[in-house]
């Protein structure tokens, strides 16, 4: 056969030979062109693009590791540490350098006595990872867990025992809401900012309070390693390594001796305590209690830890320095009275107080029932007489009453750095209207008079209120050390009148007032300052004829707060204070408003003599904040039934511990009836 | 003064082959982080015994190649289907058979094999058959059933190079030309047709390939990192045993498949066009050796296998410098391994055997 519409062409041994060898000649040539392309392709790779592919070669070869730089320290007016940092030590693994995995993990178990839930976790972990990238076996490891680990290295392939830093607040839940915790940076975190450093192992970020609102000055500057390694990651040689440039260190005007004793002080109350300055408005103190471990939280919180917290009803997750709204009740006497004064009510004025008085269609209560009788100024603020206040409120209505309450520092948002504070309100006819569309009634006025209905204040606000009315000053809270400020304005009203107030405020701790439990035994220095008690339920006319039911009957959350607000010396006044007790109820005496504004206020006259009356306290009250928080917890796992496995003494000191704290807050151990008044 | 046996050895060639295999050892020694052992050591025995064998085949005959052309090609194919067989009944994919002292990969034997039997094909067609089918079909068989045994194995590099090897044979004994462009175009027009109908995986791999950067972890990762090594390289490389691809890793089958990387890395642009002229002289010499040759068998049978030593050589380069997908063709003399350079030392033996059997031909006219 033969192709179809081939030419006749006849192929001889000469031109086939021919034709050989011109397509032989061509196949040289094609060989030589594929050549030469190879050649230029080469050339191109490795001289027009060999920068880019140099620098990729580098990339391979170099990897750069981050060091966490150490944070900035936190530290109080006189220099104390407030927040530090710990050497840290650590064990990690390694699980490409694992020899046995099951052995070693079994090993280190044994020799850092980890729970089995941390092995298990471990575990998992290990399935996960791939080559050198490190599991973490645990921080937070004594030095002898370090050097145990460390000595054992050569039966430990794989195990990378290591140092680094780890945040540390010496006075523990004291300063908790104050300084904030730090914690590693979370996915959205990342997200946000695409720094390297938040996912380097180690790093951590301010989460709350101080640490979070400082933290870029509170961050140094980062370190870097630059190693070589494998393909694999194994690291072959360091090339060079730059140390970490540590943050700034941050000096804050709080006192941290009273910052702790303040939030000892406190005892089984949930509260808060705020001290300042007076002559500058520097904060020395504001604690509130109970609080959490920032310890604690900065590694990484237990989720029984807390789960505890949560439900406390004490609510130590709150900052109720800042965060806490609550009716400042009888506090704003002082406030209310120096608007009378400004309005031009002479002091000299006297109310006859019978007990009750008719406003509208409603009977408004003294909380003395029997009333107090004919009263002056001076008088109705020490006796904290309710029909005083309502009848000379009507008088000049509430629009000077509110001026004064703001220019005092209710309602005031200040420029804090905290991530929130909560600033209540001041109500007056237009704010009514505003957010109710409803008339402002002489009842309001003469609800707000005494600090209830629609008036709200933090205990910050009540700490700024006594620091203003003790100077006459319009003083601002402020937490940096040698922070720049404006000189505080005055407040406007005549040293007169203001000597009138707290003379009154005065009679109230040191006058046979309502304070008298607060009175200072410091040579020389008087307390002057206002009890308040701010009601959380209505009380029925069936009730009022039955007899009040007294707190300490009722359930802690119908219990009413215990306020305080006060100054001290009071001829000259150094330092404010201001302290809520969240359903204190006026029930324990050595527990009550007064007398733990008066103790921390002490404990900046003669400290050694306010711990040792502390301590004796705590006796009672089952210990340090932190052993009753560990008994606490204790308490907590036997109750969920995780901790089988405490032997009987540990029980029994659990439990009598847990009965202390119990007794300290149930009033019946120490009755007081110290219930000065009911508004 | 020099004994006539050894004087008459083609020394021009084995001193060509001698600088690309020690060059060769050279950086084997270096991608085993500078050492002798265990690359360059066995990689220098094997090429001083595989010389003897190739100067051995030398001094045969030229009609004793051609008379066992098809009988060993017979062998082959019949040593291709049992390992087939091998295969399926084992499962999974299989290359070689045991022999017991040796390990029989026929696949790799049949590269030469096929331009051998080609040859003797279109040899033994007299002269006005070839423009008859009959010169088309018998060697399209004798091309496709290994192509076809060694493409299901799977093993795409070495059917393409039999394929290659056949193909450059038919070529080169004269078939019209028509025929080579016509069949050209058909592929050409139908593999972007063949590409719609292939699965989504099957079109990401190629895809992967056209631009390796675009999967540097996965499927693209030898070839960018091979291209990192040889750009990084530079024009005259980092240094002798400075190469960081190589010796941290990074760069996979730096010692076989992408020894060419390797060398890149340390030699640069230099060492590579330095290495590739060697190869250009080599295929010179083979062109040159058909060129002269009056034997038909002898004359495809020469260019035919200097050709499938270009194969070699183009196809590994084209695959390091991410011009070819990753199909494992090994650099002739450059890349450690047994195998391959036992087939191209038979071929250069083979293409001296039909060298010096034009020269006594042309001394004994002479």
Redesign the interface.
């Known amino acids: 056969m033969k192709f179809r519409k081939a030419p006749r062409k006849t192929v001889t041994e000469a031109s086939q030979t021919f034709s050989f060898t011109r397509r032989a000649m061509v196949l040289g040539g094609l060989q030589g062109g594929v050549g030469a392309l190879l050649a230029a392709r080469m050339t191109w790779i490795s001289v027009a693009e060999n920068e880019k592919y140099q620098l990729l070669a580098e990339s391979n070869r170099v990897n750069l590791t981050l060091i966490p730089p150490r944070r900035g320290w936190i530290i109080d007016r006189h220099g104390r540490p407030i927040a530090n940092n710990r050497t840290d030590f650590r064990v990690d693994i390694i699980p490409d350098r694992l020899a046995d995995k099951d052995a070693t993990v079994a090993s280190l178990a044994k020799l850092l006595a980890l729970a089995p839930e941390d092995v298990e976790k471990i575990h998992e972990q290990l399935e996960k990872a791939a080559g050198f990238q490190p599991v973490q076996v645990s921080d937070n490891l004594t030095y002898e867990q370090y050097a145990a680990v460390s000595v054992r290295l050569s039966e430990l392939p794989g195990v990378a025992p290591s140092q680094g830093f780890s945040r540390f607040y010496p006075a523990g839940a004291s300063v908790g809401h104050l300084i904030g915790y730090v914690g590693t940076a979370s996915a959205e975190e990342y997200k946000e900012r695409k720094d390297p450093l938040l996912i380097t192992p180690g790093y951590k970020i301010g989460k709350d309070g101080l640490e979070r609102s400082f933290d870029k000055a509170l961050t140094g500057t980062p370190g870097a390693k630059r190693v070589e390694v494998t393909a694999r990651g194994k690291i072959v040689r360091e090339l060079t390594t730059r140390s970490d440039t540590p943050g700034k260190t941050l000096q804050l005007t709080i006192d941290a001796g009273l910052q702790e004793y303040a939030g000892r002080r406190l005892g089984t109350q949930s509260g808060s305590v705020v001290v300042i300055d007076c002559s500058n408005g520097d904060v020395l103190a504001m604690a509130s209690m109970p609080s959490f471990d920032p310890n604690s939280f900065s590694d990484g919180i237990g989720s029984l830890e807390w789960e505890m917290l949560s439900q406390d009803d004490h609510v130590p997750l709150r900052n109720k320095a800042l965060r806490g709204l609550y009716p400042p009740g009888s506090t704003v006497k002082p406030m209310v009275a120096l608007a009378l004064l400004e309005a031009g009510i002479p002091a000299s004025d006297r109310v006859s107080c019978g007990g009750a008085m008719r406003v509208g269609n409603t009977l408004f209560h003294c909380h003395k029932r029997r009333g107090h009788g004919a009263l002056d100024m001076r008088g109705a603020i020490a006796q904290s007489c309710d029909i005083y206040f309502y009848t000379m409120a009507l008088r000049i209505g509430m629009e000077p009453i509110a001026a004064m309450a703001r220019r005092l520092g209710m309602g005031q948002q200040f420029d804090l750095p905290f991530p929130s504070q909560s600033y209540g309100t001041v109500p007056d006819p237009a704010w009514k209207m505003k957010k109710y569309n409803e008339k402002w009634q002489a009842y309001d006025t003469v609800n707000a008079t005494i600090g209830q209905g629609y008036m709200l204040a933090n205990p910050l606000q009540l700490a700024v209120m006594a620091a203003r009315l003790a100077t006459g000053r319009m003083l601002t809270p402020n937490f940096l050390m040698g922070a720049k400020r404006t000189p505080a304005a005055s407040l406007g009203a005549s040293a007169e009148h203001l000597f009138t107030i707290r003379e009154a405020m005065s009679a109230v701790v040191n006058g046979g007032g309502t304070g008298g439990a607060g009175r200072m035994t410091i040579p020389g220095v008087l307390l002057a300052g206002k009890t308040g008690t701010a009601q959380v339920r209505r009380i029925t006319m069936a009730e009022r004829r039955a007899g009040v039911r007294r707190d300490a009957s009722l359930p802690f959350k119908l219990r009413d707060h215990a306020l305080f607000q006060g100054f001290a010396p009071f001829d000259n006044p150094r330092y404010a204070v201001g302290c809520i007790l969240e359903h204190g109820g006026h029930t324990i005496r050595n527990q009550d408003s007064a007398p733990i504004a008066s103790d921390t206020l002490s404990y900046l006259f003669d400290p050694q003599k306010a711990t040792e009356k502390l301590v004796e306290l705590e006796k009672t009250w089952g210990g340090t904040p932190a052993e009753r928080m560990a008994a606490q917890m204790a308490a907590f796992r036997v109750q969920k039934g995780l901790e089988t496995a405490l032997t009987p003494d540990q029980m029994n000191a659990a439990n009598a511990t847990v009965a202390a704290v119990a007794n300290a807050s149930t009033p019946s151990a120490n009755e007081s009836n110290a219930a000065e008044e009911q508004d | 003064m020099v004994p006539a046996p050894i004087a008459r050895l083609p020394w021009h060639v084995m001193i060509l082959l001698f600088a690309i295999a020690a060059f060769g050892c050279v950086v084997l020694y270096s991608a085993a982080g500078g050492n002798i052992r265990p690359w360059a050591s066995n990689q220098t025995v094997r090429f001083i015994i595989f010389t003897i064998m190739a100067l051995t085949l030398a001094r045969m005959p030229v009609s004793r190649f051609a008379s066992l052309a098809l009988p060993g090609y017979a062998v082959m194919l019949v040593a291709l289907i049992l390992v087939e067989l091998i295969g399926g009944v084992r499962g999974g994919s299989q290359r070689w058979i045991n022999l017991g002292f040796m390990q029989l990969q026929p696949s790799e034997f049949m590269k030469p094999m096929i331009v051998l039997a080609v040859a003797q094909f279109y040899a033994r067609l007299p ?2 058959e ?5 010169a088309v079909w018998p060697a399209l068989a004798l091309i496709g059933i290994p192509w076809a045994l060694v493409l299901v194995q799977p093993d795409l590099g070495t059917a393409t190079m039999i394929l290659a090897g056949g193909v ?1 044979v038919m ?4 078939l ?1 030309l028509r025929l080579f462009i016509g069949t050209a175009l058909t592929v050409a027009a139908i593999i972007p047709i063949a590409f719609s109908f292939l699965h989504d995986y099957q079109q990401k791999r190629v895809l992967i390939f056209l631009d390796p950067e675009s999967d540097p972890l996965g499927a693209g990762y030898h070839i960018s ?1 091979s ?9 005259f490389g980092k240094g002798f045993l400075n190469g ?2 190589s010796h ?3 760069l996979p089958e730096g010692h076989t498949d992408f020894v060419f990387a390797t060398m ?1 890395e340390e030699w ?2 230099a060492g ?2 330095l290495l ?2 060697a ?2 002289l080599l ?2 010499w083979g ?1 040159r050796v ?2 002269r040759t ?1 034997d ?1 068998f002898a ?2 049978t020469a ?1 035919g296998l200097i ?1 499938t030593v ?1 194969f070699y050589v ?1 196809i590994n ?2 695959m390091v ?3 070819a997908p990753v199909v494992g063709i090994p650099l002739p003399f450059m890349s450690y391994g047994g195998s391959s350079m036992l087939t191209v030392m038979l071929c250069i033996g083979i293409i001296m055997a039909i060298d010096r059997s034009g020269r006594q031909r042309r001394t004994d006219w002479g």
């Open positions: 002269v006005g070839l423009r008859t089918w009959n450059t070529f080169l004994a004269g019209p990192q291209k990192i090594a040889i750009g990084s390289g530079g024009v960081t691809q941290l890793d990074y890149a640069g642009l590579g066009i590739i002229l190869f250009m295929f010179r062109i058909a060129l009056e038909k004359r495809l260019a050709t270009f183009a380069l084209m410098m991410g011009l």
